[in-house]
């Protein structure tokens, strides 16, 4: 495979069976139609380049910004196509939820603008929503973009049924699946997959998932939201069902584990979705004749760490570490040596003990004690891992916000055996209540 | 399409759900008093105030939880608040007037919002501490201080536009505060006032639902602050205002069907929610529905303390460490201004039904004793139903749940008591009570006015007796936080 232009890798993914060992059918075949393999890494690179190539000659000329409103894939095509034209890229969007997106996103150039949320105090002047601002402003004359409208542009859905849709096709021997499931988020890619599908066998049975209202699925809507979208159209579906974030990363698990496709949590949701829809069918299914089914896995796990660590930390659990404040008995924490301000004062002019302020940096800069030391509490706690960090014969004094970390710390280095780790008691608020110097330097 | 009754069932703490569930003691008090009535439950606002103070606590911050005041014009609430580790901030002449002469002392009050020369006059005279918009307002208060001779006033200066590098987040826009941009400035002019202004702090007030945004705001804040003490000011508290929020109803699946069978409605794929097919600012155009649900988001999980925890818990977008994290390390004290979230469960608005009124089409019209101005849900965007309070006791035989439309006591077409079409687990009666739960936040008396002569809402305050006895009231003026009849012991004159 030899291309002269990144873009010319989009489209002809891959699609993969599914073992039946993990899906449990036994009269279906199911198949993964893998989008995360385009090279931007998603579903949305079809319909981006779509959309952007022919305007890109002119939008160069003429020396424009490419404009969309999306939170996520489409975005990061759109960056990636704008600036290989030498064109800038802004993203306009409320639904970026996705920490690691946006970091990329930036990596790639794009500019993004949030959108504010919702009025806490209901505003009778406030006569528009944010994204109509956002049409008006960008309708107004004289302004140099290059929208590609992703949920109202016909060129979206086209790519899909002159791309995505054919693909299938080809690859199930020259049938169309008997059914067809997608999640919705533009409905790009699941009205222009089920019109090439129907196009060539109008059985198709074609299932769209939405998410669960009070959920969120990054990449889906939920079922108020797809009414939002231009190219969304109740009648392209023959059932219309919803996923939980649950499902979806139960799902992208599986395929994750057991399948070793790299899916992100939409592919697991159109897998889950997909098989829970088959079950009961499957179950009815007589004779011999096999059926089979097709989603789509529309982007890749990475990013979507941060999201499963939020909702399942203990899928990312690690041990204990050694040496850590987290092992200690509450009777050790007592035990921990405190130190009043005062005696604190008499003990650092006679002794000159080390001073650790474990707050963070910002607060230190601000004021500290003099002659102390800022090792921010993370660091600490990554230096103490290992051992400790200074002598036993430096007598060392710790001090944080109200003494209740710092005698932590304290009782863990003597567990670790230094001899004289005393914790300043009541902190950095204490010393300051206390009339004792502060300073900034 | 979904036919069932759309029930919005309100949420209700269990001092309140007491309250409702004791008919005949409602009855008596409307019956004496009047309708509509507005029923305040003062211990429930001191048990909100120490859920606040709980957060403060994990946080190891100190601080103020200031309520907001304007919330409601309670004098019971404010009161109790007094013996409660709670300030309260005013926003008006009035309502510091009514601080002062119910027991606060000035070091538990803050000035905020708009203020007239009279008002900036008594908050500096009497020392309390004063949220100042911007340089007009910090020249005005330092003038009046030299020309009558004041103490030296703590302010705060309130803040806006806070930007962030990376994403830009996109504020809405608002009239208060002085941009961060314009900081220099204002420290300039403090300076120039130094000996009668005393900077103590910094402050914002976002109107949004996005912990995301005011995130920002409060590291700008605290960059802030350091601008401060880089002019040689001291300053000790961050004010990050209010909106934290309250989940009104009881149950998240009835909104979330309630708000997808609206948009079906939008659409035209099922009959209006609503009267004459209002949209809560949804419409349809081509096909698709536009616009934005200007409706409060009514089923919140996490609202009051528990979005204030949130809010601390999450880390600041450039500095990365929690915000609560940074505020104590910096060794600053959080005031908060918390007001429909500090009322939450504080009050019910009642009123009587005077007609059912039955339709060839359609919900049938039931008429109250109150207007949309006394009970200002629809104002506010906020959808959830009454609790039917019976006369003699419920009806013999099958109750049938309806829709009806509430119709308020002013000749006016626009007088609705919601515009939306509410379901009832039966047709009310002349004479029940429709309870409207949970108003004493903005919604009880807000908007009330003496339109057409209609009768203002008088208020009682209640509190359970000893033991989760009868309910005990009084006149909401009448109400102090004290043993009412204690018995005066007479020595006869010994010592």
Not at chain 1, 353 to 360: A, F, T
Not at chain 1, 368 to 382: K, M, P, Q
Not at chain 1, 390 to 404: D, H, S
Request: glycine letters at 10%; hydrophobic letters at 40%; charged letters at 25%.
């Amino acid at each position: 495979m030899r291309y002269d232009s990144i873009t010319e890798a989009i489209g002809n993914t891959p699609l993969v069976r599914i073992d039946p060992a993990v899906h449990g059918l036994r009269r279906i075949d199911l198949y993964a139609k893998l989008e995360m393999l385009n090279p931007f890494g998603s579903v949305k690179d079809r319909a981006a380049w779509n959309m952007a190539r022919a305007g890109l000659p002119g939008a160069r000329e003429r020396g424009e910004t490419v404009v969309e409103l999306s939170s996520g894939n489409t975005a990061k095509a759109l960056a990636v196509i704008a600036g290989m034209h030498g064109l800038s890229f802004k993203s306009v969007t409320n639904r970026m939820r996705i920490p690691e997106v946006k970091d990329l996103l930036l990596l790639l150039g794009a500019e993004i603008e949030e959108l504010p949320g919702r009025s806490e105090c209901l505003d009778p002047t406030d006569t528009e929503d944010p994204l109509t601002l956002f049409h008006q402003r960008l309708n107004q004359s004289g302004n140099a973009h290059l929208h590609t409208d992703q949920y109202f542009n016909a060129l979206n859905t086209e790519a899909h049924e002159t791309g995505t849709g054919p693909e299938i096709v080809a690859d199930l021997d020259g049938r169309a699946p008997d059914w067809f499931l997608a999640c919705v988020g533009t409905a790009g890619s699941s009205t222009g997959v089920a019109r090439a599908l129907r196009a060539h066998d109008p059985a198709v049975r074609v299932i769209g998932l939405v998410g669960e209202k009070s959920d969120f699925i990054p990449g889906i809507r939920n079922i108020d939201e797809v009414h939002e979208v231009g190219l969304f159209d109740p009648a392209t579906y023959d059932t219309i069902e919803s996923v939980s974030a649950d499902d979806a990363i139960d799902g992208m698990l599986t395929l994750v584990r057991r399948c070793g496709i790299l899916a992100g949590p939409t592919g697991g949701a159109a897998y889950r979705g997909t098989v829970r829809h088959l079950k009961p069918i499957d179950a009815e299914l007589t004779g011999p004749d096999r059926r089979s089914a097709v989603f789509i896995v529309c982007d890749r796990v990475e990013s979507y760490l941060g999201y499963v660590k939020q909702r399942r930390p203990e899928l990312l659990g690690r041990p204990p570490a050694r040496n850590s404040v987290t092992a200690l008995t509450d009777t050790e924490v007592r035990a921990a040596q405190v130190i009043e301000v005062a005696e604190a004062q008499k003990w650092l002019a006679a002794e000159r003990p080390l001073v650790i302020d474990l707050r963070s940096s910002f607060a230190y800069a601000a004021l500290h004690i003099d002659g102390s030391v800022n090792i921010v509490d993370e660091l600490f706690d990554e230096l103490v891992r290992g051992g400790l960090p200074f002598g036993k014969r430096q007598p060392v004094l710790l001090a944080c916000p109200v003494g209740e970390q710092s005698a932590r710390y304290a009782a863990l280095l003597t567990r670790m055996g230094h001899p004289d780790v005393r914790s300043l008691a009541g902190g950095i608020i204490a010393w300051r209540d206390a009339g004792a110097p502060l300073v900034r330097d | 399409m979904d036919t069932g009754p759309l029930y919005l069932e309100p949420r209700l703490a269990p001092r309140l759900g007491a309250l409702l569930g004791s008919a005949p003691f409602l009855h008596m008090l409307v019956d004496a008093l009047g309708s509509p009535l507005g029923v305040l439950l003062p211990d429930q606002i001191a048990e909100n105030a120490e859920g606040f103070r709980s957060v403060y606590r994990r946080h190891r911050l100190g601080g103020q939880v200031f309520f907001a005041h304007k919330a409601n014009r309670s004098r019971s609430l404010v009161r109790r608040l007094t013996t409660a580790d709670a300030a309260v901030d005013v926003a008006s002449l009035g309502e510091l007037r009514h601080a002062l002469g119910d027991g606060f002392t000035a070091d538990r009050i803050m000035a905020t919002g708009p203020k007239d020369p009279a008002f900036l006059w008594l908050a500096a005279r009497s020392g309390v501490t004063v949220n100042a918009d911007g340089p007009g307002e910090l020249e005005a208060l330092a003038g009046l201080v030299r020309r009558h001779d004041l103490p030296r006033p703590k302010v705060l200066l309130r803040l806006c536009g806070f930007e962030t590098s990376g994403p830009r987040m996109l504020s809405r826009r608002s009239r208060f505060g002085t941009s961060v941009k314009a900081l220099g400035p204002l420290l300039d002019l403090l300076e120039r006032h130094r000996d009668s202004l005393d900077p103590v702090g910094v402050a914002y007030h976002l109107d949004t639902t996005s912990p995301d945004e005011k995130a920002i705001a409060l590291e700008g804040c605290l960059r802030a602050m350091d601008d401060l003490r880089l002019r040689g000011f001291q300053p000790r508290a961050v004010d990050i205002g209010g909106g934290f929020g309250v989940g009104y109803l009881a149950h998240a699946a009835q909104w979330d069907r309630y708000t997808s069978e609206l948009a079906a409605a939008v659409m035209g794929r099922r009959p209006p929610l609503t009267w004459g097919g209002h949209g809560y600012g949804l419409h349809a155009e081509g096909g698709t529905l536009r616009g934005a649900l200007s409706l409060y988001p009514a089923h919140r999980p996490v609202a009051g303390a528990g979005y204030l925890d949130a809010l601390l818990s999450q880390p600041a977008p450039t500095l990365g460490r929690p915000l609560g994290t940074l505020l104590l390390e910096s060794l600053y004290d959080l005031y908060t201004e918390p007001g429909r979230a500090l009322a939450d469960q504080c009050g019910l608005s009642l009123a009587r039904v005077l007609e059912v009124r039955h339709r060839d089409a359609g919900p049938a019209f039931v008429r109250l004793a109150m207007n949309a101005n006394d009970v200002s849900l629809e104002d506010h965007g906020i959808l959830m139903d009454p609790v039917l309070v019976p006369r003699d006791g419920e009806p013999a035989g099958p109750q049938e749940p309806v829709g009806v439309h509430l119709m308020g006591n002013l000749c006016l077409e626009a007088d609705l008591v919601t515009r939306r079409t509410v379901f009832l687990p039966r047709l009310p009666r002349p004479g029940d009570l429709l309870g409207f739960a949970n108003t004493a936040g903005y919604c009880m008396d807000f908007s009330a006015t003496r339109a057409q002569q209609q009768p203002v809402a008088r208020k009682v305050a209640v509190r359970e007796g000893p033991g989760g006895s009868a309910w005990r009231w009084c006149l909401d003026e009448e109400y102090w936080p004290i043993e009412e009849y204690r018995p005066i012991t007479d020595s006869g004159g010994r010592a």
